[in-house]
């Protein structure tokens, strides 16, 4: 995931800003980490540079 996502990422749930956490990146983009919503209190994943924006329901 490049980090100039976050200009245009929203929560799925309630449209708030997320906060990205990183856990591993490169020079080019984000490997890992989650993006968090403060008004949800829900965590979305990023693995392997993808974010999955799913409802915690509707993930594997």
Do not use: H
């Not at 245009?8 to 449209?15: F, G, N, Q, T, V």
């Amino acid at each position: 995931m490049k980090k100039d996502l976050m200009d245009i990422l929203a929560c799925p749930m309630c449209k708030g800003d997320l906060v990205l956490n990183i856990s591993k990146e490169d020079e080019k983009e984000i490997i890992s980490g989650t993006l968090y919503c403060s008004k949800c209190d829900e965590y979305f994943p990023i693995e392997d540079g993808i974010p999955n924006m799913l409802p915690p329901d509707l993930r594997e």
